[in-house]
């Protein structure tokens, strides 16, 4: 077979990989990176005035142009896209919901080519910040989502400034989700480590009942598992019956609807995450090392710092980048047996996009959970290539 041949046999069996990875991978990020950037509600509904109130310098009123402009839009505006345009302009400046159909039935009641005295009509179009306004929105790509994303905004000149308190609690959110995100981690890798090398060091019957304990979650239902734990941590639950009944405490402990029960959850359903690159890595490690290293004198602390741990540690590393990074975007297990105190991004995400509609908010928040995750690959890789977590 000439090579020709070959190579075109070898894209014909690929294909399917790339067309996969590209509707199934690549679409969706393109899409969320599209809706957090885009805003093209005001421009197309109002053409003729984006483009001419683009030359306006921001003084004063815009000249008369850019009236007739509007005028001409908002007679020839459809009731979709013109409804789009005022909820875009009105979150930003209030009173575009009453003001553009009023000013759009005294246009469609002029005759064609007759001017309309927008200021005489309503003392509001003699405002420059709702001209402001409709120039700010006017563009198709804005900025607007990814800076309300982390609880900032411009100000009349341009400038970034921060929300009012109280406007906004996304920056607070998204600290909230990497601190209980890294609890989860430092949780999981408290209990995998010595789970996986427990199973490393043994064999047969042993080692399989352990590495069956570990997959059986994961054969298990997310949300099998997160109600199992609504119903263990309750007040009246197995756990503070069983701590009541050998008399550890007097009452129940509250596990429920607070940050307790969520990591506690949470490491349970992402423990597996934890152990099995612990384990793939740490069961290749010789079983003479550690013997070795007693003889020589080593005590049992010394050699696991010196020996074991960094021969291990490219599958704690691994463990600890998937269990943090599937942590950050969970959403079932804290809405569930969390308190309203303990939320995290993914439940702003489908706020926005289920209850509000608001995609653009949705995708900017998306592109966080995207960018840290991107941030944390990268990491990983430099630090796999230099060889710098694997050192004594």
């Known amino acids: 077979m000439s090579r020709a041949g070959s190579t075109g046999r070898s894209a014909v069996l690929v294909a399917p990989l790339f067309l996969f990875l590209a509707v199934f991978f690549l679409w969706p990020l393109w899409t969320m990176v599209s809706v957090a950037v885009r805003d093209p509600a005001v421009g197309a509904a109002l053409p003729r005035t984006a483009a001419a109130i683009a030359a306006w310098d921001g003084e004063g009123l815009p000249d008369a142009g850019t009236q007739a402009a509007l005028v001409a839009d908002l007679r020839a505006a459809d009731a979709i896209g013109l409804g789009a345009a005022v909820r875009r302009l009105n979150s930003d400046v209030s009173g575009f919901r009453t003001l553009i159909p009023k000013t759009q039935r005294a246009a469609r009641g002029a005759e064609e080519g007759q001017p309309v005295d927008l200021a005489a009509l309503d003392r509001r179009w003699a405002d420059p910040a709702f001209w402001g306004a409709i120039q700010a929105a006017a563009s198709a790509y804005t900025d607007r989502n990814l800076l309300a994303s982390v609880d900032l905004t411009r100000d009349e000149d341009g400038a970034?400034?921060?929300?009012?308190?109280g406007a906004s609690a996304n920056r607070l959110i998204i600290g909230r989700t990497f601190l209980i995100a890294a609890v989860i981690t430092l949780c999981c890798l408290a209990i995998g480590l010595p789970y996986a090398v427990l199973m490393a060091s043994t064999t047969g019957w042993r080692r399989h009942a352990l590495m069956l304990a570990v997959l059986l979650p994961l054969w298990t239902s997310l949300l099998v598992r997160t109600a199992a734990w609504f119903i263990l941590l309750q007040d009246q639950g197995v756990i503070n019956g069983a701590l009541q009944a050998i008399g550890l405490t007097d009452g129940p402990l509250p596990l429920i609807f607070n940050r307790a029960g969520v990591v506690i959850a949470m490491t349970h359903v992402l423990l597996p995450f934890m152990v099995l690159p612990i384990y793939s890595v740490v069961n290749a490690i010789p079983k003479t090392?550690?013997?070795?290293?007693?003889?020589?004198?080593?005590?049992?602390?010394?050699?696991?710092?010196?020996?074991?741990?960094?021969?291990?540690?490219?599958?704690?590393?691994?463990?600890?980048?998937?269990?943090?990074?599937?942590?950050?975007?969970?959403?079932?297990?804290?809405?569930?047996?969390?308190?309203?105190n303990d939320q995290m991004i993914s439940s702003v995400i489908a706020f926005y996009a289920l209850q509000t509609a608001n995609w653009g908010m949705a995708g900017a928040l998306g592109l966080i959970l995207l960018a840290a995750t991107t941030i944390l690959y990268l990491l990983y890789g430099r630090l796999s290539r230099t060889g710098t977590p694997l050192g004594t």
């Open 160 to 165: 970034i400034a921060s929300l009012p308190a």
């Open 289 to 340: 090392l550690m013997p070795a290293a007693a003889s020589m004198g080593a005590p049992p602390l010394a050699a696991f710092r010196r020996i074991l741990l960094p021969l291990a540690m490219p599958g704690i590393l691994s463990g600890s980048l998937l269990v943090f990074m599937v942590a950050i975007g969970y959403y079932i297990t804290p809405a569930l047996v969390g308190g309203p």
